[in-house]
């Protein structure tokens, strides 16, 4: 065995010591440079998420409210017109980014609660963003509101169900609906997997506060 002379051996202690603190302060940042940087983006959301915690009850029991907001990635779809838009075109306005398609029954079933959650709320401070993720037959989804009689919901749809794939890879979406409510800073203040009552009193007293009781 080699022998390491006893100055060399403090050297060498203290060295391993620093390496250990340097690999805890990572670790309990997830060890991702920067995680500061995104706190202090979404210091906005972040301060609305004690008053959420509560109101997670009832129809939206299952609405898992976020510990330490996260900025989402840059998510992009298209309007009506084809026009290509995303959550940062949303920025100042509190959303209800929801993922939804044709040939999900939940997803339709929560539809015109959401619609009419858009209709009693939605304005200046607060929007529902339902986006269409059907990879065929692409007139089916406007077919299928105009039938349903969904009048108050602009129509976004991403065909390639990109959306969907980057919110997987980022641990926020498994399934169909899936339902994510982003505050004006574009950061995710919680995330409801599957099918909610959205027009409920609990559903509309959660959007109220994360607006701050904004006027439409």
Not at 43 to 57: D, G
Not at 58 to 85: E, H, I, M, N, Y
């Amino acid at each position: 065995m080699m022998r390491v002379p006893p100055g060399k051996a403090s050297i060498l202690i203290v060295g391993l010591l620093a390496l250990a603190g340097t690999a805890a302060a990572l670790y309990g940042t997830g060890g991702v440079p920067g995680n500061r940087g995104a706190d202090a983006a979404c210091a906005a959301s972040a301060a609305k998420i004690a008053a959420l915690k509560p109101l997670a009850t009832g129809a939206v029991a299952a609405f898992a409210v976020q510990d330490s907001p996260k900025p989402l990635p840059a998510l992009t779809f298209s309007a009506k017109d084809g026009a290509r838009t995303g959550l940062a075109d949303f920025r100042g306005r509190t959303v209800l980014l929801n993922l939804w398609a044709t040939w999900c029954a939940p997803c339709r079933e929560e539809m015109p609660a959401l619609d009419r959650l858009q209709a009693d709320l939605g304005g200046e401070a607060f929007t529902v963003v339902a986006v269409n993720i059907d990879t065929r037959n692409l007139e089916r989804p406007r077919t299928w509101l105009q039938e349903a009689g969904i009048a108050n919901l602009a129509y976004y749809a991403d065909p390639q169900a990109k959306v969907f794939q980057e919110l997987k890879s980022v641990g926020k979406a498994f399934g169909m609906p899936t339902t994510l409510l982003v505050g004006p800073d574009g950061c995710e203040m919680g995330i409801l997997s599957g099918p909610a009552d959205w027009a409920s009193p609990e559903a509309k007293a959660l959007v109220t506060a994360a607006t701050d009781g904004r006027p439409r």
